[in-house]
């Protein structure tokens, strides 16, 4: 049976929240397994037929060491291992070769130009073409009210819309079609 997986990351809670969000709505049509990036699977199995990636935008782009342990340092985050993240899973991942993805981010909504120049979505889509995979629709981003959140109001409902609409788009796709 053809399956979903949400891989994230999340620096104080807010991509989590989402990528659950999203999750719930998937589940309307496809099972839906979610994993932190750290506990992700390194080899997602022939089953999975969309994989929705997403984090938080953080020294404009996707977390990394320095900017985790920065977090963890000056802004009280609790990250179990500043040295592994979604780009590190990215990095590593090995996926079927017919697969559907998307890509979500986190993000302040203000100032928008410090906004235009986050990129964690971006660079998230790059990896996953990289990968082979087919991107199922552009993009998402989900506002935070400041750094360390909360969610803007509305965002977990949007973000359950979103995932509803992935699994619609997937679930409507023959099992050996991508895009």
Do not use: C
């Not at 990036?37 to 404009?60: M, T």
Request: proline fraction near 6%; glycine fraction near 8%.
């Amino acid at each position: 049976m053809a399956r979903a997986l949400v891989v994230y990351e999340s620096v104080f809670g807010d991509a989590k929240a989402i990528a659950m969000a999203i999750a719930e709505g998937l589940a309307s049509r496809l099972p839906v397994d979610v994993a932190s990036a750290r506990d992700a699977p390194i080899q997602v199995s022939g089953d999975v037929r969309l994989l929705v990636v997403g984090g938080p935008n953080h020294a404009f782009g996707m977390p990394r060491q320095s900017t985790r342990e920065g977090a963890v340092r000056d802004q009280g985050a609790d990250i179990p291992d500043t040295h592994y993240g979604l780009h590190e899973w990215l990095d590593r991942v090995q996926l079927p070769r017919i697969i559907n993805a998307a890509a979500f981010d986190t993000r302040m909504d203000h100032p928008k130009l410090i906004t235009r120049l986050d990129h964690a979505a971006k660079s998230e889509e790059k990896l996953l073409r990289g990968l082979g995979a087919t991107l199922a629709a552009p993009a998402e981003h989900f506002f935070v009210v400041d750094t360390k959140g909360p969610l803007a109001d509305g965002e977990e409902d949007r973000a359950r819309r979103w995932g509803h609409a992935l699994g619609e788009l997937v679930a409507a796709r023959p099992a050996n079609a991508s895009g």
